[in-house]
């Protein structure tokens, strides 16, 4: 596949996206190498439940960064270079509001959430210690979010990178100064993540301010703007809560098969993220490049750059699946896992190989109609796939594990086709602001 002007653009947007991605899952690892070094096991453990649901809070607050990244790029395609910044401020107002409403709805409701874990006496304790201290970072964790997708939007993916990395090396410091050397036991942990998160979050204020005042653009929230970013956000939530919701349910499935069961499928789920992360840069690119040629009018760039993108995704996932089956006789001994759960994990990572290419597709076509703003398209279409996703994995519970990671590929396989047939269409190719 020779490489054009637009593969090097896609690639411009791409690979550093794929390393601001990488990088975010980063915080909780090297929470949990401190924490393991320092405070032992209960520790550990506390720390997996309230990262657990921090986890799911990003997850489901995602839309921050994608609509915005939709409503800036479509503008700057525009030309409109003012409003694409007044799209960029409301959605950091609506990052700031969210934040705030989760540490109020939140803060008493950790013990329960916590006791919704199983978790007891002293893990407990420190899991509300961690989650509560944690939820004061949730404001910048969300202006975090709305901050990539303002610079995504303006093809910045770069700047993204850099904060992601310095976050992470910033948190790992302090981590390690807090919980080991200042002895602060988990709330050590917990205070060096809000802390660099926090300190993330004002780069990317002070990025938009900047910018802001090049344009003159008011820095004060406009009601009408944050209502439409919430608006836009509600339909990508329906979106994103459907994909957890099939998550979940595997997981309550696996659960009840028995604890090798679960134990091989959470690695093989392991390795599926990081296929998916690699594979969600060119859907970040897809975001980016829709947009912004859309708010040009340019549909034969959107056509063309969509059909390129899909082959980038087909190709990669090719590669990645090729690579998963030549690192598959290794991957068991890399996790330690014992041969009972190593037997299983082997047996999973056939299906989760092949169904890159698949992967691949829908990945590109999700990140391109994110771009379109098609959102309220997609979250109809994660209703029904959820939904076709259901009886597949409840049949597969009596079935076995590896069945279980095939009615997954019951659930691509029918994102595949409401994305396939939306892109054919042109209900999506609305053109300019």
């Known amino acids: 596949m020779p490489i054009t002007p637009r593969d090097r653009e896609i690639l411009r947007l791409a690979v550093p996206a794929f390393g601001a991605l990488v990088a975010e899952p980063l915080f909780l690892l090297a929470d949990y190498a401190i924490v393991g070094h320092g405070l032992g096991t209960t520790a550990v453990g506390a720390l997996g439940v309230a990262g657990t649901v921090l986890t799911t809070l990003v997850n489901l607050c995602v839309f921050l960064a994608y609509g915005t990244t939709a409503s800036v790029a479509r503008r700057t395609g525009a030309g409109d270079h003012v409003r694409a910044m007044r799209s960029g401020v409301d959605g950091i107002w609506l990052a700031l509001a969210l934040g705030a409403a989760v540490i109020v709805v939140c803060w008493p409701l950790a013990p329960m959430i916590v006791e919704l874990f199983g978790t007891a006496g002293s893990q407990a304790a420190q899991a509300v210690t961690y989650l509560r201290i944690s939820l004061l970072g949730a ?7 709305a901050g990539t997708g303002v610079l995504r939007g303006l093809q910045d993916t770069v700047t993204p990178l850099v904060v992601a990395v310095g976050s992470f090396a910033l948190n790992a410091a302090l981590n390690a100064w807090f919980v080991l050397g200042l002895g602060w036991g988990i709330a050590g942990s917990a205070w060096g993540t809000v802390l660099a998160q926090t ?45 957890r919701i099939v998550i979940l349910a595997a997981t309550v499935i696996a659960t009840r098969m028995g604890e090798a069961e ?12 990081l296929l998916a992360l690699a594979l969600d840069a060119i859907a970040i690119a897809g975001q980016a490049i829709t947009g912004r ?72 076509l999700d ?8 959102q309220r398209y997609l ?41 396939v047939r939306r892109a054919n269409g042109t209900a999506w190719l609305v053109t300019g602001t």
């Open 293 to 364: 040629s859309l708010g040009a009018g340019d549909v034969g760039t959107t056509r063309a750059a969509t059909r390129r993108m899909v082959q980038w995704g087909v190709w990669s996932g090719i590669v990645l699946g090729l690579l998963v089956l030549a690192a598959r006789p290794l991957l068991p001994g890399l996790f330690d896992a014992d041969p009972r759960v190593a037997g299983l994990l082997l047996d999973l990572l056939w299906p989760v190989a092949l169904l890159q290419p698949l992967c691949g597709v829908v990945f590109v």
């Open 199 to 243: 300190l993330g979050a004002a780069v990317y204020l002070v990025v938009v301010a900047r910018g802001a005042a090049r344009l003159g653009t008011s820095l004060t929230p406009s009601v009408a703007g944050v209502k439409e970013a919430g608006t836009v956000g509600f339909a990508l939530f329906v979106r994103t809560l459907c994909l």
């Open 139 to 145: 404001p910048g964790m969300l202006v975090v979010l």
């Open 367 to 374: 990140g391109v109609l994110i771009g379109a703003g098609d």
């Open 379 to 419: 979250a109809w279409a994660g209703v029904w796939t959820t939904l076709a996703y259901l009886p597949a994995a409840l049949l597969a519970a009596g079935l076995g594990v590896v069945a279980l990671w095939c009615a997954l590929g019951v659930w691509m396989a029918a994102r595949l086709v409401t994305l």
């Open 262 to 273: 679960l134990a091989a499928y959470a690695l093989a789920t392991q390795v599926w993220t």
